[in-house]
Every structure is written in structure tokens, then in C-alpha cells.
């Protein structure tokens, strides 16, 4: 992820009718990286071929871009 964070900023994995999945709870992240690494106990490959979303919650934060792999 590539974000600026003044502030606070997290992240986690919906399904697709919006509802948290186990196991991918909120993951918070700080400071200014292009490459903010989130690590979810169950791992994203748990979740291939699933049609997830993303939801964040940035306070204070630019997000540039990011990437699921």
C-alpha cells in the first residue's frame, strides 16, 4: 500500500455482501511507505477466487495505491 498517514489508517477484508470476514480484522498501519505490508493470520491466499472488499478507515491520510497479492 502507498499511503501517508498524519493520522491513524486501517484496513480490513468484507465478502462480497459487505459482511467482515474471520480472520481478516482490522490491520492498522502508520507512517509515509509506499509499501505498507498488511499481514492477515489467515493469509489472502485463504480467499482466492473470492470476490472480497476492501474497507478502510483513514484519518488524517492520503492513500495513493494499492496492490493484492
Known sequence: ???KLRGTG???LLDSKRKP???FGW???KGDSVEH???W???LPS???Q???LEFQLKDCQLFGFDLH
Open 27 to 29: 490491520a492498522e498501519f
Open 47 to 49: 480467499v482466492s477466487g
Open 41 to 43: 493470520s489467515n493469509g
Open 37 to 39: 505490508k498488511i499481514d
Open 1 to 3: 500500500m502507498n499511503a
Open 10 to 12: 486501517r484496513v480490513r
Open 21 to 23: 470476514l474471520d480472520g
Open 51 to 53: 470476490v472480497v472488499r
